[in-house]
């Protein structure tokens, strides 16, 4: 049976995560856990999230689930949620804390001196509510989804990575910044799939589908801002 774990920190509504991969793979079997063995043994594993950075890494830690959360990241298919994504970067703004690290930049917050709409309204922090994505490359998670597709955001932080190959969504507020990134057996989203109706429904659809393989990508060698 395919198995997936949605890794269970404290941060965040989990059971929305879990409800979302239940309805869309009713044969899998969906486990919100906290234990080393249960993420170590699942076929793919889910790393979602919200609230602060810092809260977020440090009851990573205290848990003892950093090392079981990075050695799935390396070997089977590995899908990060929000909180879940700025996390495997290096450093956050938020707090000044350090990530992960399994992706080389830094998670920035909104600037306030940029928050301006094309119509000259300011534009509120966090970014919360819906707003198009655009898909950069190709990429088995957007199977059946069309670029500029609506997906539901809420977040004051965004990931700015040192490698553009890795960058393969992008939505705009009222800059264009990076929204999802993929690398190998990894694919991670700054918006909430499970809240994203039928486009967040289809992507974790093709999560369940995929075999964590990585397709050709652009090769690139600036990040986008």
Request: proline share 6%; hydrophobic share 45%; with cysteine.
């Amino acid at each position: 049976m395919n198995t997936i774990a949605v890794v269970d920190y404290g941060m965040g509504n989990l059971r929305s995560v879990a409800k979302a991969l239940e309805h869309v793979a009713p044969q899998a079997s969906v486990v919100v856990t906290s234990e080393a063995s249960v993420i170590a043994g699942a076929d793919r594993v889910v790393f979602p999230g919200q609230g602060a950075m810092p809260d977020c890494m440090r009851e990573l830690e205290l848990r003892g689930l950093r090392a079981p959360v990075l050695a799935a990241s390396k070997a089977r298919p590995f899908l990060g949620i929000c909180i879940g994504l700025q996390m495997l970067f290096d450093f956050s703004e938020e707090g000044g804390v350090a990530g992960l690290g399994v992706f080389r930049g830094q998670v920035k917050r909104f600037p306030t001196d940029a928050m301006t709409g094309t119509d000259g309204a300011r534009l509120k922090v966090p970014h919360m509510g819906w707003n198009h994505v655009r898909q950069e490359f190709d990429h088995p998670l957007w199977a059946g989804i069309a670029s500029d597709s609506r997906f539901y955001f809420v977040h004051s932080f965004y990931p700015q990575p040192e490698d553009a190959s890795i960058v393969v969504g992008t939505t705009c507020y009222p800059f264009r910044f990076t929204c999802a990134v993929a690398r190998d057996n990894i694919f991670a989203v700054q918006f909430h799939p499970e809240k994203s109706q039928a486009a967040g429904l289809a992507l974790l659809r093709n999560f369940v589908d995929w075999d964590g393989c990585a397709p050709a990508r652009p090769s690139a060698t600036a990040a986008i801002a």
